[in-house]
């Protein structure tokens, strides 16, 4: 079964809105979480690293306001989207691992979410 | 439903060895393939990827990858492994509307 879950994996909404993305460990307690973004014919791009309890780290590039990232539990972080516009429609997906271990955790996916701004 | 499978959860070889990881997909359409690295405490990083065109597909640091469309196959390959390979590797399938990982490969290098 699923071990990481990302809501909502579809969102289609207006320009102007604001839009949550929630990335759950389901059987383990993520210390780092990553939020990445995928273009159309393009690769995987690292928006964020999310550390438990502290701010988030960005890529360059990346706008912090625009992207805001909480991880306000082991088992939660989210990525909200703000005052989305067109530009901003692409897939979102989270991983997340425990790294407090001895470095051997595997990194488990979220399933994605497409967001639409219309 | 679709999904994609890496046959070996971990690999252990000694420097200089060849490498092949499998990957399969189950998707009868068109799809678009990669091959994703991650050195432990960092984020995902591109070796390579597949959209159209030759189907051996040569990558960074030696990786190379074969689509066999007949076999749903994209294996990676490194000729020789270094020590500095160690670390988890993924196969995705981007869909029209998502991508797919597979569970990983953790790669053991022994010095």
């Known amino acids: 079964g699923a071990v990481v879950s990302q809501h909502p994996s579809r969102v289609i909404c207006k320009s102007g809105t604001s839009v949550k993305i929630e990335c759950r460990s389901l059987d383990f307690q993520a210390t780092t979480m990553f939020w990445y973004r995928q273009f159309p014919k393009q690769s995987l791009m690292l928006m964020a690293t999310s550390n438990e309890g502290s701010k988030a780290t960005y890529e360059q590039g990346v706008e912090k306001d625009k992207f805001l990232i909480n991880h306000a539990s082991l088992t939660l972080s989210t990525l909200t989207v703000t005052s989305a516009h067109p530009e901003d429609s692409s897939f979102y997906i989270c991983?997340?691992?425990?790294?407090?271990?001895?470095?051997?955790?595997?990194?488990?996916f979220g399933d994605g979410t497409r967001l639409s701004i219309l | 439903a679709q999904s994609v499978s890496q046959h070996n959860h971990h690999v252990i070889l000694s420097e200089a060895a060849s490498l092949e990881l499998g990957c399969n997909y189950s998707?009868?359409?068109?799809?678009?393939l990669f091959w994703y690295v991650q050195y432990p405490g960092q984020h995902l990083q591109l070796l390579l990827k597949y959209f159209s065109g030759d189907p051996l597909v040569k990558g960074i640091k030696g990786f190379e990858a074969e689509f066999i469309k007949s076999k749903f196959s994209f294996n990676l390959r490194k000729p020789s492994v270094q020590w500095s390979d160690t670390a988890e590797y993924f196969c995705?399938?981007?869909?029209?509307?998502?991508?797919?990982f597979g569970k990983g490969t953790r790669l053991h290098i022994l010095p």
């Open positions: 998707y009868g359409g068109t799809v678009n």
């Open positions: 995705a399938v981007m869909l029209d509307d998502k991508i797919i």
């Open positions: 991983s997340a691992s425990d790294l407090t271990g001895n470095g051997n955790q595997p990194q488990h």
